[in-house]
């Protein structure tokens, strides 16, 4: 069955330069979830979306990364000016509405800032 | 959030049961108890969760202490494909937020 799928795989870029990285989570899921996982700094929370929803943008690290997620389905992350320590797998979640309902994880985007 | 502690590492032969404990002494009420395991290279995957009673599913099973300060995650026939980082996390959806926060978790390693 379709899972959360994220693109692309893996991406190198040069410091300075923008990335986008892309989520398309399943099908009916209303919840998405992104996060990183960094050598350093374990799995953490950076945006969550819920439906219409204002988003909980809490864990941004910095005002160069932000987050859409357009007609409540596909979510692109964007960081702007990117700096080494940008360098990290993004993990992308998506899960049925609200409450204890279970996170399911796409494989993550690696992202490489040389 | 209410902090877990886990054991960093453990080791376990193929075809053994595995008990991975999890300490969550300042759980709260509304707290549930959530199991994650990620394989290598992949995203986090669900295994389980509960608040108060035993649960089993087709993955594994959790057991809850009576006072909820601490629960073990259980697999029941070890494989090499069980071989992961398996994270607790306390959820407490009251506060209405929605994320999970990770801890370092318990690398499971499994012996042939």
């Known amino acids: 069955g379709a899972g959360v799928s994220q693109s692309p795989s893996n991406k190198v870029t040069e410091k300075g330069k923008d990335v986008e990285l892309r989520c398309d989570p399943i099908?009916?899921?209303?919840?998405l979830y992104w996060y990183r996982q960094s050598l350093g700094q374990g799995l953490e929370f950076l945006i969550y979306?819920?439906?219409?929803?204002?988003?909980?943008k809490s864990g941004l690290p910095s005002d160069r990364f932000s987050a859409e997620r357009t007609g409540g389905s596909v979510s692109t992350l964007t960081i702007q000016r990117t700096q080494q320590e940008d360098s990290a797998v993004y993990l992308c979640?998506?899960?049925?509405?609200?409450?204890?309902?279970?996170?399911?994880f796409g494989d993550g985007t690696r992202l490489s800032i040389l | 959030d209410a902090k877990t502690t886990q054991p960093n590492s453990m080791e376990s032969n193929e075809e053994e049961p595995v008990h991975l404990p999890c300490n969550h002494s300042?759980?709260?009420?509304?707290?549930?108890i959530h199991w994650y395991r990620q394989l290598p290279s992949q995203g986090p995957e669900y295994v389980i969760h509960?608040?108060?009673s035993n649960v089993n599913n087709r993955m594994a099973s959790l057991a809850i202490a009576e006072d909820r300060k601490s629960s073990t995650l259980i697999l029941h026939r070890a494989t090499l494909r069980d071989a992961a980082v398996y994270y607790c996390?306390?959820?407490?959806?009251?506060?209405?937020?929605?994320?999970?926060?990770f801890g370092k978790g318990t690398k499971l390693t499994v012996n042939p």
């Open positions: 996390i306390l959820r407490d959806l009251k506060g209405g937020s929605e994320k999970l926060v």
């Open positions: 979306f819920q439906g219409n929803s204002a988003p909980d």
């Open positions: 099908s009916g899921h209303t919840a």
């Open positions: 300042t759980i709260s009420g509304t707290d549930y």
């Open positions: 979640a998506s899960s049925w509405s609200k409450g204890n309902q279970p996170q399911h």
């Open positions: 509960g608040l108060t």
